[in-house]
T-cell receptor, first 116, second 112 residues
Framework: AQTVTQSQPEMSVQEAETVTLSCTYDTSENNYYLFWYKQPPSRQMILVIRQEAYKQQNATENRFSVNFQKAAKSFSLKISDSQLGDTAMYFCAFMYSGGGADGLTFGKGTHLIIQP | ETGVTQTPRHLVMGMTNKKSLKCEQHLGHNAMYWYKQSAKKPLELMFVYNFKEQTENNSVPSRFSPECPNSSHLFLHLHTLQPEDSALYLC???????????FGDGTRLSIL
């Protein structure tokens, strides 16, 4: 079974600053995907970024980038030039890619607050 | 508009009631999922349907009964629920195992 750990229950930074959210996971699998999802107060779970475990290059989506360290089983999210709209719960998630349809294993989340 | 629609948005029911949650996806996906999101706990996977076949039941009590009549619709039938079942229930869909899951806005369920 996989586990995902987010060790920061809450973080607060000033607008325009850069913030990094940490995530570690534990698995015996070699082929998998990692995700960061954002859940604002509206409750909608929004995909922020995805990383395939077989890719060494870190995924990037505009202001969002990850630092994927496979050997260390670490998958942190960096948000550059943070904006007020980035305030939300952020969830790290794992999914095995062995075929069929598999659910996501989530961490407990980090509540990120962007201060004006 | 997420492409995944859940109804109702809020539901309050007694422990002896029977109700159903509905999820509809307009994305042409083949897999659908139910998750439970409780306070202070990670999202928990409940059920997975792939091409209308249930492929996973994550040790969910029998008072929760899923139904997937076609690849676009997913239901969660509820009966004789307990107060600890109060939570946000999220539906998701994906094209296949290699594609990200798209979530609905959830149904906030409160058991009296």
């Amino acid at each position: 079974a996989q586990t995902v750990t987010q060790s920061q229950p809450e973080m607060s930074v000033q607008e325009a600053e850069t913030v990094t959210l940490s995530c570690t996971y534990d698995t015996s699998e070699n082929n998998y995907y990692l995700f960061w999802y954002k859940q604002p107060p509206s409750r909608q779970m929004i995909l922020v970024i995805r990383q395939e475990a077989y890719k060494q290059q870190n995924a990037t989506e505009n202001r969002f980038s990850v630092n994927f360290q496979k050997a260390a089983k670490s998958f942190s999210l960096k948000i550059s030039d943070s904006q007020l709209g980035d305030t939300a719960m952020y969830f790290c998630a794992f999914m095995y890619s062995g075929g069929g349809a598999d659910g996501l294993t989530f961490g407990k989340g980090t509540h990120l607050i962007i201060q004006p | 508009e997420t492409g995944v629609t859940q109804t109702p948005r809020h539901l309050v029911m007694g422990m002896t009631n029977k109700k159903s949650l509905k999820c509809e996806q307009h994305l042409g996906h083949n897999a659908m999922y139910w998750y439970k999101q409780s306070a202070k706990k990670p999202l928990e996977l409940m059920f997975v349907y792939n091409f209308k076949e249930q492929t996973e039941n994550n040790s969910v009590p029998s008072r929760f009964s899923p139904e997937c009549p076609n690849s676009s619709h997913l239901f969660l039938h509820l009966h004789t629920l307990q107060p600890e079942d109060s939570a946000l229930y999220l539906c998701a869909s994906s094209q296949d195992a290699r594609q990200p899951q798209h979530f609905g806005d959830g149904t906030r369920l409160s058991i009296l």
